[in-house]
């Protein structure tokens, strides 16, 4: 079975600071897509970034970028220039690609402090 | 609509009792998902829509547990003789296709305490 693992449940980063959320996963499978949601307190998962397995080019969506780490099955996260707006729960993700369903990890929690 | 509506958006009952939720999803999207996010976690994965379809069911945790779309748009969720440990938020998710490339748009969810 896959799993994601989060292993920070809180960070902390100054505005205008960067910070980077870790993210591992297991999974015997070569094809699956990994992606980053952000949560917050509406509750309403927001997509943020996403990266397909068999691609070895880092997604980028202006300040959020992942260090995508195949061999050792890392899914990190970097939000560069943090503004308040980015507090929240971000949760890693992953899909194989034969599935629909996605498998969550537990979540971070990022507080965004002046 | 614009988003992926999800009603009530609070829900108290009590144990024993039986519950609906509802999802209005995006206009034009097929797919439809629904899960389930307990105190702490991440959301759990419950059932998969194709149209009018449930093509993966295999998150519902017991036979309590029921969802219908009948005319491949707006889907319930039904859970049946309540316990405590169904409480949490149910999310409900849409995309355009199947959603392996599609991007998954979420609701607000639907908060149900189970007293």
């Known amino acids: 079975a896959q799993t994601v693992t989060q292993s920070q449940p809180e960070m902390s980063v100054q505005e205008a600071e960067t910070v980077t959320l870790s993210c591992t996963y297991d999974?015997?499978?070569?094809?699956?897509?990994l992606f980053w949601y952000k949560q917050p307190p509406s509750r309403q998962m927001i997509l943020v970034i996403r990266?397909?397995?068999?691609?070895?080019q880092n997604a980028t969506e202006n300040r959020f970028s992942v260090n995508f780490q195949k061999a050792a099955k890392s899914f990190s996260l970097k939000i560069s220039d943090s503004q308040l707006g980015d507090a929240a729960m971000y949760f890693c993700a992953y899909r194989t690609g034969t599935a629909s369903k996605l498998t969550f990890g537990t979540g971070t929690r990022l507080q965004v402090t002046l | 609509g614009a988003g992926v509506s999800q009603t009530p958006s609070n829900k108290v009952t009590e144990k024993g009792k039986y519950v609906e939720l509802r999802c209005d999803p995006i206009s034009g999207h097929t797919a439809l998902y629904w899960y389930r996010q307990s105190l702490g976690q991440g959301p759990e994965f419950l059932i998969y829509f194709q149209g009018t379809g449930a093509a993966d069911d295999s998150g519902l945790p017991n036979d309590r547990f029921f969802a219908v779309r009948p005319e491949g748009s707006v889907s319930t969720l039904k859970i049946q003789r309540t316990e405590r440990g169904d409480s949490a938020v149910y999310l409900c998710?849409?995309?355009?296709?199947?959603?392996?490339?599609?991007?998954?748009?979420f609701g607000e969810g639907s908060r149900l305490t189970v007293l």
């Open positions: 990266q397909e397995a068999y691609k070895q």
């Open positions: 998710a849409s995309s355009r296709t199947s959603g392996r490339t599609g991007e998954l748009f």
């Open positions: 999974t015997s499978e070569s094809d699956y897509y």
